[in-house]
């Protein structure tokens, strides 16, 4: 069974055969809006972190790429090493087109581009060093000349950067928009689009930046950004650098001109691909094992059920695959693996952890890990009664051992509600208690202290 969850890949000649969350439709519609509108623009594909923005982002690239549009893609936190977001712009601008400009036209005019964004980058670290300099100079033990002689220096060093940079910028920004939207007697490029993953995970002042450079040196007739980011994340990297009261939805504002929100994706869809794709359902089967066989299927519903009632990201569905793959891989085949219990008591170990020292102390401490299981396996969903019902009968199996008496108790309140309560608290009671039963033979007790051991064990791994 493969412990890492792969990348999706994206062929750029089948894009969609790995879209398991059936976002063609978006991309689709995203790729006409980005062929058709009046460039410069900035659009911001905002998702929380692990939503499937890559994805998503990759999807577009190279929908657009198909369809003869300029397209070039990059990591922002892969090429946040660099000392300037412009150096990383530089760079991957060069190595896309190096292999589509054709005429002279257009390979001059990036290379004049290309010298001048090279210039602004060498101008920039001189003058900041002569700054950062100055800061820890104590002019009042100076000598009143050469304090003054070193801020004229300075001052006259700005004043020159200034206007230097000012020329260089406007060099950069002409032969930009020559090499793409050309001239009279040449043809341009035509329009660029820039997708920029990750924004959001750099650090905070290369994300900046990033932003900044986009506004003031790159908002060009022709060109296009596509930035995939989490807007919360990143005007929390705002507020790192200029403040916890600094208005950074306000500042954001200022470099986006359009964000679209990336649809909620189908987490069925999603749960059924992981599922695949990590080999659960091979493995299952690969058992020849009935019981294990059933196993699989049941832990299929259940995580589907949990990541709707809980709304967990895909990261977070990711790693709870992770878990549960280090418990089934390090659980001998010929142990019963209970998957909906497992589960459920890696989930509250997380995130209700009274509920989960009540399941480990047992008797009626254990009470409060069965009044949350509606709550975590939320009804209303298919499937959701099943694993009510499965989570409930394994408790009290697991109980059993710990505190007979009281899961005595609880299987004759069970029995009274079959037959005092309603059709359905009928139905579910009556399943319990068969299930409970079932979960008593020898083969398939649930043994509490094994479960609590496997699940413990996931302390020592750093997900």
């Known amino acids: 069974m493969r412990l890492k969850t792969l990348p999706v890949k994206v062929d750029p000649d089948s894009i969609y055969e790995n879209d398991r969350l059936r976002r063609k439709e978006y991309v689709d519609n995203l790729t006409v809006l980005l062929s058709n509108v009046e460039a410069p623009l900035v659009l911001s594909i905002n998702a929380p972190w692990g939503a499937g923005k890559t994805t998503f982002l990759k999807m577009l690239h190279a929908n657009l790429a198909s369809q003869k549009t300029n397209a070039v893609y990059f990591s922002a936190w892969e090429t946040d090493f660099a000392s300037d977001p412009l150096l990383a712009f530089l760079g991957e601008m060069n190595a896309f087109l190096s292999s589509q400009l054709q005429d002279s036209f257009g390979k001059r005019a990036w290379e004049k581009a290309k010298s001048a964004g090279g210039q602004i980058l060498k101008r920039v670290v001189p003058v900041a060093v ?7 100079i104590d002019l009042e033990q100076a000598l009143e000349g050469e304090a003054s002689a070193l801020a004229g220096a300075l001052s006259n060093d700005l004043i020159e950067s200034y206007i230097k940079n000012k020329e260089l910028i406007d060099v950069f920004k002409e032969n930009i928009i020559k090499m793409l939207v050309g001239t009279e007697e040449n043809e341009g490029l035509g329009r660029l689009c820039i997708f920029v993953d990750e924004l959001d995970r ?23 950004f596509v930035l995939a980011l989490d807007k919360t994340q990143l005007a929390h990297s705002v507020k790192a650098v200029y403040g916890a009261d600094f208005d950074a939805a306000g500042y954001l504002k200022r470099f986006i001109d359009i964000e679209y929100g990336l649809p909620e994706p189908d987490l069925d869809v999603f749960v059924d691909y992981l599922f695949d794709h990590n080999d659960f359902e091979a493995y299952f089967r690969s ?3 009935q019981d294990l066989q059933r196993d699989g299927q049941s832990l299929r519903s259940s995580m589907q059920l949990l990541a709707k009632s809980q709304k967990l990201s895909l990261r977070s569905i990711e790693q709870l695959f992770t878990r549960l793959k280090l418990l089934i891989i390090s659980t001998p085949v010929s142990q ?16 209700d952890r009274l509920a989960y020292e009540g399941f480990v102390v047992g008797g009626s401490e254990a009470q409060r890990s069965i009044d949350l299981i509606p709550k975590v396996f939320s009804s209303g969903y298919e499937s959701s009664e099943m694993v009510h019902q499965f989570v409930h009968a394994e408790i009290l199996s697991a109980q059993s051992s710990k505190d007979p008496e009281w899961v005595k108790l609880q299987i004759e309140g069970l029995k009274r509600l079959q ?13 319990v208690i068969q299930l409970y039963e079932y979960h008593q033979g020898i083969r398939s007790r649930v043994r509490i202290q094994p479960l609590i051991r496997r699940v413990e064990m996931l302390e020592n791994f750093q997900m």
């Open 287 to 289: 058992t020849g094992m």
């Open 202 to 224: 750099c650090r905070p002042t290369y994300a900046i930046e990033l932003l900044e450079r986009i506004k003031h040196l790159l908002d060009i007739p022709g060109l296009i």
């Open 336 to 351: 019963p693996f209970h998957p909906d219990i497992t589960l459920y008591l890696i989930y509250l170990k997380e995130f």
């Open 419 to 431: 037959s005092e309560g309603t059709e359905l608290s009928q139905y579910y009671a009556g399943r």
């Open 130 to 136: 002569k700054v950062g300099t100055a800061g820890v």
